[in-house]
C-alpha cells in the first residue's frame, strides 16, 4: 500500500489532508482525513481569447471529511471499458461548511457558532460531473440568527456555496424572539441575508438587503413605520423611505437613520433627518426636526406620542416667504407640544446665543417660546435680569452695569451694535425682531434712550427709526441732552437724527433749538447743526440776541453760534444796533463774542464799533453797531478781540481777553453802560482833528452820553511840531519854578499813555524812578514830545463845533524836561471848512501866562515872558532854525502871536462862562 499526503486532484475536485493511501487491489484512494474538499465549476461567462468558458474555483470549501476515491473497478484498471461513473468519492460522516473568512463580513460568522452540517455524500463521475448542480444536504447553525434552517447548500451566483430558503406568510423568529422576518433568506459569501419584512416592537421594515449578522442587523430599507402607540410606552407615528437600519436585538436598539429621505413624524406634522433609536422603553434620536419651517438639531430627543423633549444643540427657523434662516439658537432644553402648537426652549448654560440671520443679530437669552399657530417668538432672559429703579435720571442710566438680554448687531458694517431688553417678540411672518424695555442704547459717543424703550429691527440689521427719543452726547461728559429726537441708527458707531435742545442762559432761562442734522464725524463724536430764525427773537442772555446756525460738538459744553447777534438795550431809542456776523462757541454764564476789527453785518456790509466824527456835521455820535452815518466820518477809538457783557457794572465791554480780564492792562477799550446810557472808548483816541504838521496823540477815556447827546473826553495829550527849544525851555523853566500842583502819573490818563508807549520793563523803571526820586535818570525816547499834556478834560461844543477844555490842565513833559505840574488854562480844537484849529493857553500866576494857536500849519506862540517871545523872533531868523523846522514839518512854520489874538481867544470862554 502506498501512502502520502497533501492534495489529490481527482477531475474538478481537490482534496487536501493527511495518511491517504492507495490500495491497488481495489484500485482506491483512501482519504481518512481531509481537511478540506474544494472543487471548480465552469463560469457563466464567455473567455473570447480561449473560446471557451473558464472554469472557476468556487469560494467556499467543505472541511473535516472522511471518505475514499473509487477510481474504477478493480478489474477494469486498464481502462478497456468506458465507466462513466467513475471516479467516485464517498463522504462517510458529518463535513462541515464556514463562511468565517476575513472578507466574509469581516469574519463576523465564527466558525464555532455559525456553520453547516452538511450530511454523508456521494460524488459520481468526478471527472465529467456538473459541479455548478450538486447539492449538499444538511442544516444552519446560524448563532442564533435564526432557529435551525435545513436547507441543501448548493453553488450560488457568486460562486460560494450557501441556499434560499423562503419563511413562508408566518415568518421566522429572529434573534431569539427578539424580531420575526418574513419572505426570503439569503446564505452566501456576501454573507447572511434577507429580502423581505422585519417586524420589532411597533416597527415594520421592508428592505431587500437585510444582512443578517451573530449580534446585529444591517439594511436599507425602502419602507420603514412605527404605528404611534399610547401606553405606558409612548411612541409616535413615523414613516420612512430609504433609510438604513441597525438592529442590535441583544441590546434591545434598533438604529433607523435616514439617507436621501427626512423620516415623517407625528402624523406628518414634522420630519427627521438624522437617526432614531427605537427600543422597548423609548423613542429616542438625534439629528434633525423639522416643523413647518423650524428646524431643530439635537443629539438627544426623546420621542413621545404627541410631544418631544430634546436637549437643542441648534434651533433654526426660515423666514416665511423666504429662504433665508431666520432665527437660529444653540444648547436649549426643549418642550415641544403638538396639540398645545408650542415649544418651549430653555438654555442649557444659563444665557445662551440667539441668532437672526436675516436680521443680522444675536442676542443672548435664558428662554424662549415658540408659538405655532401665532408665527411668533417670545424671548427673555429670567436668570441674569436685574430690575433697573425707575427713580435713576437718564444721566445716571448711562453708568447702570444692564443686565438681560443683550442684542448685538453681526452685520459687517455695524460694528457689534449692541443694547440690553428685557424682553422681546420676533414675528416669523415680518421677520421682526421687537425688543421691549430698552433703556439705553450706546452709539458712538452718545447714550440713546428710545421712547418707551420699544426697539424694531428689521432685515439686515436695520433699526426702525426712533421716534420721540432722547440723546446725551456725549455719554462721558454729558453736557448735552436732545429731545424729541428722531434717530436713525447706523451703527455702533454711526447715528444720524435730529431733535432738540435747549439753551439755558445765565439766569436758567430756556429756549429751545431745533436741530436738524444730527450725527457723528469722523472722530466718532456727537455734531450736530441747528437754525435759530429771526422770528424766534432768541437771545445768548438778556443782552444779546441771535439768529442764524447753531453746533453742537459733544466733547464741548459751549454751543458754536455762526450767524449774527444784536445787542439789546433800552438806551437804543436813536441808534438801532443791527445784526452783526460772528461765529464762535459761546459759554451761557460769560458769554464772549469775537470782535474783528473789520466788522460786517449778515449782509457782508461793513459796519462801526466806535465813537465817529462827522466832518460835515461837525458832532460826535456812537456807532454802536451801525453803519457810519457818511463814508467820510472817521473813527476816534478802535477796539476789537472779544465782547461780554459784565452784570455788575450792567455794560457791554469790548476789548482783547487779557484787557478783559484785568481793565488795567494797556490795551484799547470800548464799553456800553446801560444804566447811564454811555458808551465809553478807552485808550489811543483820535480826535477827529487834522493836526497837519502838528502831531497829535490823544490817550485816555472818551463818554458819549446817548440820552443827553454830550460828549467828553478826559486824555493824556502828547504835541510834537517844530519850535524854538529855547522858548520851550523858558516854558519849562516857568512851569517848575512856579507853585503849582503836582501831577500824580498813577491817577491820570498819562498813566495809560506810558503803558501804551512804554514796553513792561521801561514802564517799570519808569515808575520805580519816579516813586523814589520824582526824576527820571534817562528819558524815554518815547515819550519826547515838544509837549506833553498829562490829564486834560474836554467837553465836545456841538454849536461852535469844537473841543473845550477850561480849568486844571495837567502838564507831564515838555521835550525832556520833566515838569508833572497843573496849571490853570483853556484849550480848544475847532473844526473848520477851511481848516481845523488849535489854541492853549496857560495861566501860571496872574501876571504870567502863555498862549499857542495852530491853524494852517502855522503856529502862533506869545506870552508874558518877553524872553520868551524874543526867542521866537531870534529863531525866525535863523535859517538853521528855519531848516530845522522844515525837516521836521514840511511847510510847517510857527511865529510870534499877538496880544489880539489871545485876547479873541479868551473872550470865547467869558461867553461861554455867561
Not at 414675528?427 to 424695555?437: K, M, S, Y
Request: with cysteine.
Amino acid at each position: 500500500m502506498l501512502r502520502f499526503t497533501l492534495l489529490v486532484r481527482a477531475g474538478f475536485f481537490d482534496f487536501k489532508g493527511k495518511g491517504f493511501s492507495f490500495e491497488y487491489n481495489k484500485f482506491r484512494l483512501n482519504l481518512p482525513n481531509i481537511d478540506t474538499m474544494e472543487f471548480y465549476v465552469q463560469s457563466k461567462t464567455w473567455d473570447p481569447k480561449t473560446g471557451r468558458f473558464p472554469v472557476i474555483k468556487v469560494k467556499t470549501s467543505l472541511q473535516d471529511l472522511e471518505g475514499h476515491i473509487d477510481i474504477d473497478q478493480p478489474d477494469n484498471k486498464a481502462g478497456l471499458k468506458s465507466l462513466k461513473e467513475y471516479p467516485i468519492f464517498y463522504n462517510n460522516k458529518i463535513a462541515k461548511v464556514h463562511w468565517d473568512k476575513k472578507y466574509i463580513q469581516k469574519g463576523v460568522y465564527a466558525r464555532d457558532k455559525f456553520f453547516f452540517d452538511v450530511n454523508p455524500f456521494t460524488i459520481r463521475s468526478l471527472d465529467v460531473v456538473h459541479t455548478d448542480s450538486l447539492s449538499f444536504g444538511g442544516e444552519l447553525t446560524s448563532a442564533g440568527i435564526f432557529p435551525q434552517i435545513v436547507q441543501p447548500l448548493k453553488v450560488r451566483p457568486d460562486y460560494s456555496l450557501g441556499f434560499e430558503k423562503e419563511t413562508g406568510s408566518a415568518g421566522l423568529p429572529v434573534y431569539g424572539g427578539k424580531g420575526t422576518f418574513i419572505a426570503k433568506v439569503d446564505l452566501s459569501e456576501q454573507g447572511l441575508r434577507g429580502d423581505g419584512t422585519l417586524l420589532y416592537l411597533n416597527s415594520t421594515a421592508h428592505s431587500g438587503s437585510f444582512l443578517f449578522l451573530p449580534d446585529s442587523l444591517n439594511a436599507f430599507t425602502k419602507n420603514f413605520s412605527m404605528a404611534e402607540q399610547l401606553a405606558d410606552v409612548e411612541y409616535p407615528a413615523v414613516t420612512a423611505d430609504s433609510v438604513t437600519q441597525f438592529w442590535m436585538p441583544y441590546r434591545d436598539s434598533m438604529v433607523v437613520k435616514t439617507v436621501h429621505k427626512e423620516m415623517h413624524m407625528y402624523n406628518d406634522q414634522s420630519t427627521f433627518e438624522g437617526w432614531v433609536a427605537l427600543t422597548p422603553t423609548l423613542l429616542s434620536g438625534n439629528g434633525t426636526v423639522k416643523i413647518k419651517d423650524a428646524v431643530m438639531d439635537s443629539k438627544g430627543f426623546k420621542f413621545k406620542r404627541r410631544t418631544f423633549d430634546a436637549l437643542i444643540a441648534n434651533f433654526r427657523i426660515k423666514s416665511y416667504d423666504l429662504n433665508d434662516l431666520t432665527i437660529s439658537t444653540k444648547n436649549y432644553q426643549t418642550h415641544f407640544d403638538f396639540d398645545k402648537r408650542r415649544g418651549e426652549f430653555r438654555s442649557n448654560v444659563g444665557i445662551s446665543k440667539v441668532e437672526f440671520p436675516l436680521n443680522k443679530y444675536i442676542c443672548s437669552m435664558d428662554r424662549f417660546d415658540w408659538m405655532i399657530d401665532n408665527e411668533e417668538i417670545s424671548l427673555a432672559n429670567e436668570q441674569s435680569r436685574k430690575s433697573v429703579p425707575d427713580s435713576l435720571s437718564l444721566s445716571q442710566l448711562i453708568d447702570v452695569a444692564y443686565t438681560g438680554s443683550e442684542f448685538i448687531s453681526v452685520h459687517p458694517l455695524q460694528d457689534s451694535l449692541k443694547f440690553f431688553a428685557a424682553r422681546a417678540r420676533y414675528n416669523l411672518r415680518t421677520n421682526v425682531i421687537n425688543a421691549e424695555d430698552v433703556r439705553i442704547i450706546k452709539v458712538a459717543d452718545a447714550a440713546v434712550f428710545p421712547d418707551s424703550g420699544y426697539v424694531k429691527i428689521f432685515r439686515d440689521a436695520q433699526m426702525q427709526t426712533l421716534t420721540r427719543a432722547i440723546v446725551i452726547a456725549n455719554a462721558k461728559t454729558r453736557f448735552h441732552q436732545f429731545y424729541q429726537a428722531e434717530i436713525s441708527i447706523a451703527s455702533r458707531k454711526r447715528y444720524t437724527g435730529r431733535g432738540s435742545l435747549d439753551y439755558a442762559d445765565r439766569n436758567g432761562v430756556r429756549a429751545k433749538i431745533d436741530f436738524t442734522n444730527i450725527k457723528v464725524d469722523s472722530s466718532e463724536q456727537t455734531i450736530a447743526n441747528g437754525i435759530v430764525p429771526d422770528s424766534t427773537y432768541f437771545k445768548l442772555s438778556p443782552e444779546f440776541q441771535f439768529r442764524g446756525d447753531v453746533t453742537v460738538s459733544a466733547a464741548k459744553k459751549e454751543l458754536y453760534f455762526d450767524g449774527g447777534f444784536k445787542a439789546v438795550s433800552d438806551c437804543f431809542h436813536k441808534i438801532k444796533p443791527e445784526w452783526i456776523k460772528f461765529a464762535a462757541n459761546i459759554n451761557p454764564y460769560k458769554i464772549m463774542i469775537p470782535i474783528a476789527p473789520q466788522l460786517s453785518n449778515m449782509l457782508g456790509e461793513k459796519m462801526a464799533l466806535t465813537l465817529a466824527f462827522s466832518p460835515s456835521e461837525a458832532s460826535i455820535y456812537p456807532a454802536f453797531f451801525i453803519r457810519r452815518n457818511s463814508f467820510s466820518d472817521s473813527s476816534m477809538v478802535q477796539a476789537s478781540g472779544m465782547m461780554t457783557y459784565n452784570v455788575p457794572a450792567t455794560e457791554f465791554r469790548i476789548a482783547d481777553t487779557a484787557k478783559l480780564r484785568d481793565l488795567s492792562l494797556p490795551g484799547n477799550f470800548i464799553s456800553f453802560n446801560q444804566t447811564l446810557c454811555r458808551m465809553r472808548g478807552d485808550g489811543k483816541l483820535m480826535l477827529g482833528v487834522n493836526g497837519g504838521g502838528l502831531g497829535l496823540e490823544a490817550y485816555g477815556t472818551m463818554d458819549h452820553y446817548f440820552l443827553i447827546d454830550s460828549t467828553h473826553a478826559h486824555i493824556a495829550l502828547a504835541m510834537d511840531f517844530p519850535f524854538s527849544d529855547d522858548a520851550m525851555q523858558n516854558l519849562s523853566n516857568a512851569l517848575v519854578s512856579t507853585d503849582l500842583k503836582g501831577l500824580a502819573i498813577d491817577q491820570t490818563p498819562f498813566n495809560e499813555a506810558l503803558q501804551l508807549k512804554l514796553g513792561p520793563k521801561e514802564l517799570e523803571r519808569f515808575k520805580n524812578e519816579i516813586s523814589l526820586t520824582g526824576r527820571l535818570r534817562k528819558f524815554p525816547e518815547e515819550l519826547e514830545k515838544t509837549i506833553f499834556f498829562g490829564d486834560v478834560n474836554l467837553h465836545w461844543d456841538t454849536a461852535s463845533g469844537s473841543w473845550l477844555s477850561a480849568g486844571q490842565i495837567g502838564i507831564a513833559t515838555i521835550g525832556k524836561n520833566q515838569v508833572y505840574r497843573y496849571v490853570n488854562g483853556m484849550m480848544e480844537f475847532t473844526k473848520k471848512r477851511n481848516g481845523d484849529e488849535f489854541s492853549f493857553y496857560l495861566q501860571l500866576t496872574g501876571l504870567d501866562w502863555y498862549f499857542f494857536n495852530y491853524r494852517n500849519n502855522i503856529l502862533q506862540a506869545i506870552s508874558s515872558d518877553l524872553a520868551f517871545n524874543q526867542k521866537i523872533i531870534n529863531a525866525r531868523k535863523s535859517k538853521a532854525e528855519q531848516k530845522k523846522s522844515d525837516n521836521q514839518a514840511k511847510g510847517f512854520t510857527y511865529t510870534i502871536s499877538t496880544e489880539r489874538k489871545k485876547r479873541d481867544f479868551l473872550r470865547k470862554f467869558e461867553k461861554t462862562d455867561e
